[in-house]
């Protein structure tokens, strides 16, 4: 089971209705199962620096099937996962704006979100992910 174009499409929808409500333009990435990019936006406005940001924050999420800010939180020193950061060719992200997403209590991809605090690109992704 994995995501959908469809299923992507409404997470972005999503995501980005909450952007535009908190005024902070955002990437948005959407990745399914295999952790293969199925949907990307850039809203107006939003840092192209961020566009590999957000595929990396949702890729990071499918493959540890955790959000990047719980993964970040346990990547810090002296914890469990230290050093995570440098692994897959320096692409886990370990900042909030990841999430996975579930269908049926199994995760089917993940969103990621980057364009503006930690705080802003977690509340963005969530309102994704809750979208599915």
Avoid: C, Y
């Avoid at 406005?45 to 957000?54: K, L, R």
């Avoid at 346990?74 to 370990?94: C, D, E, L, M, R």
């Amino acid at each position: 089971m994995s995501v959908t174009l469809e299923d992507a499409r409404r997470v972005i929808a999503a995501a980005e209705q909450r952007a535009v409500e908190i005024g902070q333009p955002m990437n948005i990435a959407v990745v399914d199962a295999g952790g293969n990019l199925v949907s990307h936006v850039r809203q107006d406005g939003a840092w192209i620096g961020s566009i590999d940001i957000s595929i990396s924050k949702a890729w990071t999420s499918r493959a540890f099937d955790i959000s990047t800010a719980d993964l970040g939180a346990n990547a810090q020193p002296g914890q469990q996962f230290f050093g995570i950061h440098t692994t897959n060719g320096g692409k886990v992200a370990i900042f909030a704006g990841g999430v996975p997403l579930l269908r049926d209590g199994q995760v089917v991809g993940a969103v990621g979100v980057s364009g503006g605090s930690g705080e802003q690109d977690q509340t963005v992704a969530e309102a994704g992910a809750a979208a599915l």
